[in-house]
């Protein structure tokens, strides 16, 4: 069965880029910029659910992380993730793009639609949009609402990625593999700071080649692996590794995944870097920002296809609650001063 799809001007035409939300996307993305090449102090906060599976649970969401923002805003800029599709390791939920009824349905269609009509809703906010495209198509129909995106551990090696980093307009941030292992990542930004001729769709929906300009703005997210890499010695070990290839020579750590360990305590990561942020460690220079999952409530819940989920509780990785997020940000924003 091949169901068609609308092409990428035909969503954008459904669900237009507001002049607001355009302010936004442009002041994150130059913000962004100068965070990672270190003309602005500030650091960069990629923090939000794991994944969407409720759309008015993420506006409500939205709508704090906003507020804090107005907080904190002096030390750090904030990226809420709004994930809409989900890598994974072998079979599970793919995303509210690819399932947006959490039944197995399978509706792409509308969740293009649903994706493209939240992101420009929390873009007109004020608050700036993060995630990642697992599928290069995708990029196609958001990537204008996008003020940073994400390769993640499981695509970083894909070369389909890599290229489609080349051709994005906002920053990238590359994951260290599922092992731990920097090389991959380092040699993804690489070839995304190069220009490639990538085979995709145009605005039309025809298959086309397009000419990518190679993409400046990327940096390394370690994530941890088989062990943890949030650590000092870490930190040091993959901005040196970064540096040598005259790549931004700080990284993001991501206080989930492999460095949170099975039990998921991501506080307790964010709390030890908050710690070296205090005691003026010198690890910490190579360090430009943090992810944190994070939603209305804490945990995770089992998703179940076709039961209905409770709405601010992750149905994937297990997230921070939104009352700990603020407090652990603002002991972050005062600590870097």
Known sequence: MVDALPTPHALRDAVPLSDATQGTVERAR?????ILHGADRRWLVVVGPCSVHDV???????????ALQQEVSSSLLLVMRVYV????????WTGLLHDPGL?????VNDGLRIARALFEEINAMGLPVATEFVDPVVADYLQDLVAWSAIGARTVESPLHRQMASGLACPVGFKNSTSGDVTAAINGMISAGATHRVLTIDDDGRAAVRQTPGNPDTHLILRGGTRPNADRHSVHVAS???????LVPRVMIDCGHGNAGPSGAQTVVLEDIIRRVQGRNEDMTHVLGIMLESHLEEGRQLFVPGVPMRPGQSITDACVSLEDT???LRE??????
């Open 30 to 34: 130059a913000d962004i910029r100068e």
């Open 103 to 107: 039944d197995g349905s399978g509706r």
């Open 56 to 66: 008015d649970a993420a506006r409500e969401y939205a709508a704090q992380l906003h």
């Open 332 to 337: 972050l924003a005062r600590a870097l001063g």
């Open 85 to 92: 599709e989900k890598p994974r390791t072998r079979l599970g």
């Open 326 to 328: 603020r407090r652990l």
């Open 240 to 246: 040196a590794a970064v540096a040598r290839e005259r």
